[in-house]
């Protein structure tokens, strides 16, 4: 795709899913997120034509402006958002499918200093929540919702949300029905360890009642 083409899905997408965007010209002002990508853009068509050293160059000089720092060589798709985009570290191998949305703080990296394929690929519409880490040469399927501070290290099939450290998967039906939608509502995501601690008081509850009806019929012979 023509890069002039990917950045107007960029735009488009950004339109669509940053409720703060004021109009057209407050994002080409003031959207620090929108300039990352749209250097990523340049700087990627470089990289690829063997302009290295410039794209690298003028990557890092995009990193001091907008605070967030993307390979020349990760791979995006067209549709991209990044919200509130400073601290956004996003490494060389990566792969990002069409339209995810990521917040501000996210890293998409490695795990050590592997060669070759280290760093993670994101499926369609995924979106990372604040401060989420996602390491490693791992696959994250599409219509995925990481929740904030969650440290992803494992690979993540569809339509599922993550949360916690290290993550872990939970397929909730109250969000499975809305993975078309690019919220990420994170007071309403699911705790596995809540749902954990939960399920054994209730166990706890059933057998201290099993205990006490056995008393009662001990007591009553």
Same mark, same amino acid.
Request: hydrophobic residues 40%; neutral net charge.
């Given at each position: #795709?023509?890069? *002039?083409?990917?950045?107007?899905?960029?735009?488009?997408?950004?339109?669509?899913? !940053?409720?703060?965007?004021?109009?057209?010209?407050?994002?080409? @002002?003031?959207?620090? $997120? *929108?300039?990352?990508?749209?250097?990523?853009?340049?700087?990627?068509?470089?990289?690829?034509?063997?302009?290295?050293?410039?794209?690298? *160059?003028? =990557?890092?000089?995009?990193?001091? &402006?907008? $605070?967030?720092?993307?390979?020349?060589?990760?791979?995006?798709?067209?549709?991209?958002?990044? !919200?509130?985009? #400073? $601290?956004?570290?996003?490494?060389?191998?990566?792969?990002?499918?069409? %339209?995810?949305?990521?917040?501000?703080?996210?890293?998409? +990296?490695?795990? %050590?200093?592997?060669?070759?394929?280290?760093?993670?690929?994101?499926?369609?519409? /995924?979106?990372?929540?604040?401060?989420?880490? /996602?390491? %490693?040469?791992?696959?994250?399927?599409? *219509?995925?919702?990481?929740?904030?501070?969650?440290?992803?290290?494992?690979?993540?099939?569809?339509? =599922?949300?993550?949360?916690?450290?290290? +993550?872990?998967?939970?397929?909730?039906?109250?969000?499975?029905?809305?993975?078309?939608?690019?919220?990420? !509502?994170?007071?309403? @995501?699911? !705790?596995? /360890?809540?749902?954990? &601690?939960?399920? #054994?008081?209730?166990?706890?509850?059933?057998?201290?009642?099993?205990?006490?009806?056995?008393?009662? %019929?001990?007591?009553?012979?």
């Amino acid at each position: #795709m023509n890069i *002039f083409l990917e950045i107007r899905e960029d735009f488009r997408s950004l339109l669509q899913k !940053d409720p703060a965007v004021k109009g057209v010209l407050d994002i080409i @002002l003031n959207h620090s $997120g *929108f300039h990352a990508v749209v250097i990523y853009r340049i700087v990627h068509g470089l990289y690829n034509i063997g302009l290295v050293l410039l794209a690298r *160059f003028i =990557s890092t000089a995009g990193r001091f &402006l907008t $605070g967030v720092e993307i390979h020349p060589a990760a791979r995006i798709a067209p549709g991209f958002v990044i !919200d509130h985009g #400073m $601290g956004v570290v996003i490494g060389e191998t990566t792969e990002i499918g069409q %339209g995810c949305l990521i917040y501000q703080g996210v890293t998409l +990296g490695g795990t %050590g200093k592997e060669r070759g394929k280290r760093h993670p690929t994101l499926g369609k519409y /995924v979106v990372v929540g604040a401060g989420a880490k /996602v390491l %490693g040469p791992i696959e994250i399927g599409d *219509f995925v919702k990481i929740g904030a501070n969650s440290v992803v290290l494992n690979s993540v099939p569809a339509h =599922s949300i993550v949360v916690g450290v290290p +993550g872990k998967v939970v397929k909730d039906k109250q969000h499975i029905e809305s993975e078309l939608t690019d919220a990420l !509502d994170h007071n309403y @995501l699911p !705790d596995p /360890v809540e749902r954990r &601690l939960y399920a #054994m008081e209730q166990l706890i509850y059933e057998l201290q009642k099993k205990l006490e009806s056995k008393k009662d %019929g001990i007591g009553e012979k």
